[in-house]
C-alpha cells in the first residue's frame, strides 16, 4: 500500500511544482537566496506536503469520475482504503502546516489560505461550473505570493518581470485544465447535472482553450524584453512553439505540450539568471 500511497501524490506533478518555488524566490530576492536558504527549504517541504495533499484528496473526491474516465489509474478503494487516503491527505496538510510554521508567520497565513482554496476546490469541483478552471489556476499561481511571503523583494531588472510570470502562470495552467475538462468531460457528466462538463462539452470550450494557450505562449516571451536575457528568449520562443502546436492537436495530445511549456520556461528563467546573473 505504501507505493499507491506515494502514487497518489503524484511526484511527477509535486516535485516539479515545488521546484518553481525556489526559482520565483531567487528572482524576488536578485539571486540572494543564500541568507535564507533554510527558509527557502522549509517552505519548499511545506508546499510539497501541500501539493500531495492536495492530489490524494482530489483521489478521493473524484474516484467516482475517475472510474469512468482513467479506471486503470483508480486506486482508492481499489489498492488503498478511502479512509487511509483521507487520513494520508489530512496528515500531509497538517506537516505542510507544520514546517511552515518554521520559516515564518507571513509564509504560515499564507500556506494556510492555499490548504483552504484546495480543500474547497477538492470539495467542491465537480458542483461549481466554470469557477474549476479558474480555481486550479489561482491555485498554481499562489507560488508567487508564497515566494513573496518568504523574502522580501530586493530591486533587480529581473523584478520587473515577475508582473508578467504570474499572469502567464496562471492562462497556462488554464488552458491546460480546460484541456483536462474536455478529456474528462464523460465522468464529470455522470457525476454531476453542475459539473463543468456542461461547457467543457461544447465547441466554444475547445476553441477558448485552444485561444487561451497561443496568447500563453506569446505571453512567454515578454520577460525578455523586462529583465530576463538571451537565454530566457531562447526556450521562451520554444515554449510559444510548443504552444502553438497544442493548438493543433486534440486535447490528450496538447496537454503534455502545455506541461513542457511550464517546465521550459521555470527551467529556462533559472539557468538564465545562473549564467547571466541578476
Known amino acids: 500500500m505504501i507505493v499507491a500511497l506515494i502514487?497518489?501524490?503524484?511526484?511527477?506533478?509535486?516535485?516539479?511544482?515545488?521546484?518553481?518555488?525556489?526559482?520565483?524566490?531567487?528572482?524576488?530576492?536578485?539571486?540572494?537566496?543564500?541568507?535564507?536558504c533554510s527558509d527557502v527549504i522549509l517552505a519548499s517541504l511545506s508546499l510539497g506536503c501541500i501539493i500531495a495533499a492536495t492530489y490524494v484528496l482530489n483521489d478521493v473526491c473524484d474516484v467516482q469520475a475517475d472510474r469512468i474516465n482513467r479506471p486503470q489509474h483508480v486506486l482508492v478503494g481499489a489498492r488503498v482504503p478511502r479512509m487511509a487516503a483521507i487520513l494520508w491527505s489530512i496528515v500531509l496538510f497538517a506537516a505542510g502546516l507544520a514546517v511552515a510554521a518554521l520559516c515564518n508567520l507571513r509564509f504560515l497565513a499564507a500556506a494556510a489560505g492555499v490548504c483552504g482554496l484546495a480543500v474547497f476546490y477538492d470539495l467542491s469541483s465537480k458542483r461549481i461550473g466554470l469557477l474549476k478552471v479558474i480555481l486550479v489556476a489561482l491555485l498554481m499561481t499562489?507560488?508567487?505570493?508564497?515566494?513573496?511571503?518568504?523574502?522580501?523583494?530586493v530591486d533587480s531588472p529581473r523584478l520587473n518581470s515577475l508582473y508578467i510570470f504570474p499572469v502567464w502562470l496562471f492562462f497556462s495552467a488554464l488552458s491546460y485544465e480546460m484541456l483536462k475538462d474536455i478529456r474528462d468531460a464523460e465522468g464529470d457528466a455522470a457525476v454531476s447535472a453542475r459539473s463543468i462538463a456542461?461547457?467543457?462539452?461544447?465547441?466554444?470550450?475547445?476553441?477558448?482553450a485552444r485561444v487561451v494557450a497561443l496568447m500563453t505562449g506569446g505571453m512567454s516571451v515578454l520577460p525578455?524584453?523586462?529583465?530576463?536575457?538571451?537565454?530566457?528568449?531562447?526556450?521562451?520562443?520554444?515554449?510559444?512553439?510548443?504552444?502553438?502546436?497544442?493548438?493543433?492537436?486534440?486535447?490528450?495530445?496538447?496537454?503534455?505540450?502545455?506541461?513542457?511549456?511550464?517546465?521550459?520556461?521555470?527551467?529556462?528563467?533559472?539557468?538564465?539568471?545562473?549564467?547571466?546573473?541578476?
Open 7 to 36: 502514487r497518489l501524490m503524484r511526484p511527477w506533478y509535486t516535485v516539479p511544482i515545488t521546484a518553481g518555488l525556489p526559482v520565483i524566490i531567487a528572482y524576488v530576492t536578485a539571486g540572494h537566496i543564500g541568507p535564507i
Open 198 to 208: 456542461r461547457h467543457s462539452r461544447k465547441p466554444w470550450f475547445l476553441a477558448a
Open 224 to 278: 525578455a524584453a523586462i529583465g530576463c536575457g538571451r537565454i530566457y528568449l531562447a526556450t521562451a520562443l520554444a515554449a510559444l512553439a510548443l504552444m502553438a502546436a497544442s493548438t493543433l492537436n486534440p486535447p490528450g495530445r496538447a496537454i503534455p505540450l502545455i506541461y513542457v511549456q511550464v517546465f521550459l520556461v521555470t527551467a529556462g528563467s533559472l539557468v538564465d539568471l545562473l549564467v547571466l546573473g541578476p
Open 142 to 153: 499562489s507560488l508567487y505570493p508564497l515566494a513573496f511571503a518568504v523574502a522580501a523583494p
